[in-house]
T-cell receptor, first 117, second 114 residues
Framework: AQKITQTQPGMFVQEKEAVTLDCTYD???????LFWYKQPSSGEMIFLIY??????QNATEGRYSLNFQKARKSANLVISASQLGDSAMYFC??????????????FGAGTRLFVKA | DAEITQSPRHKITETGRQVTLACHQT?????MFWYRQDLGHGLRLIHY???????NKGEVSDGYSVSRSNTEDLPLTLESAASSQTSVYFC?????????????FGPGTRLTVT
């Protein structure tokens, strides 16, 4: 069964507008972490933001924020004020078993974001 | 500066040949990972290791093997390459156990099996 689901294969957004990329996950472990990575056309993987399952507040990093809804098992990435350089593939990832030293990280299929001028 | 490198960056091989992809990191991270990236599948975990002499199978380990003889290196071997193993392979490393440690990725190796 898929543990990380990204239902939007591709999305378009107008420059300067906000966009939400969806991510749902499946785990029975109470201690886990959620990550978002960006992969531009050049191919490298860039870490964006992290949310722990016990974190009380939604994570934010500059124009990136994570809309964490624990009961719904969703961890959507919100990009505010989109820029042309935000055009890329975005991956959601999960690490389970944080309180037992877990480090194995699995990824979703990704969402390709296109920012229009 | 610390980094993680992969070699070769591009490789074409024939079906049935043994192929080894190298991964070397200078972060001194205990945790290392191999993923393959295919359209529609994202990144799928092949093998991972939390330290010297430790290796674990991931989601798609059939046909692949790894060994960890030191902290810096985790080579990935395709015992008998198949066309289904044509993919882009990423190596990654991370610090520590659990927690918010992000992964640092290598630049990737594009492997074509003909």
């Amino acid at each position: 069964a898929q543990k990380i689901t990204q239902t939007q294969p591709g999305m378009f957004v107008q420059e300067k507008e906000a966009v939400t990329l969806d991510c749902t996950y499946d785990t029975s472990d109470p201690s886990y972490g959620l990550f978002w990575y960006k992969q531009p056309s050049s191919g490298e993987m860039i870490f964006l933001i992290y949310q722990g399952s016990y974190d009380q507040q939604n994570a934010t990093e500059g124009r990136y924020s994570l809309n964490f809804q624990k009961a719904r098992k969703s961890a959507n990435l919100v990009i505010s004020a989109s820029q042309l350089g935000d055009s890329a593939m975005y991956f959601c990832a999960m690490r389970e078993g944080l309180n037992t030293g877990g480090f194995k990280t699995i990824f979703g299929a990704g969402t390709r974001l296109f920012v229009k001028a | 500066d610390a980094e993680i490198t992969q070699s070769p960056r591009h490789k074409i091989t024939e079906t049935g040949r043994q192929v080894t992809l190298a991964c070397h990191q200078t972060w001194n991270h205990n945790n290392m990972f191999w993923y393959r990236q295919d359209l529609g599948h994202g990144l799928r975990l092949i093998h991972y290791s939390y330290g010297v002499q430790d290796t674990n199978k991931g989601e798609v380990s059939d046909g692949y093997s790894v060994s960890r003889s030191n902290t810096e290196d985790l080579p990935l071997t395709l015992e008998s390459a198949a066309s289904s193993q044509t993919s882009v392979y990423f190596c990654a490393s991370s610090e520590g156990q659990g927690g918010s440690y992000e992964q640092y990725f290598g630049p990737g190796t594009r492997l074509t099996v003909t």
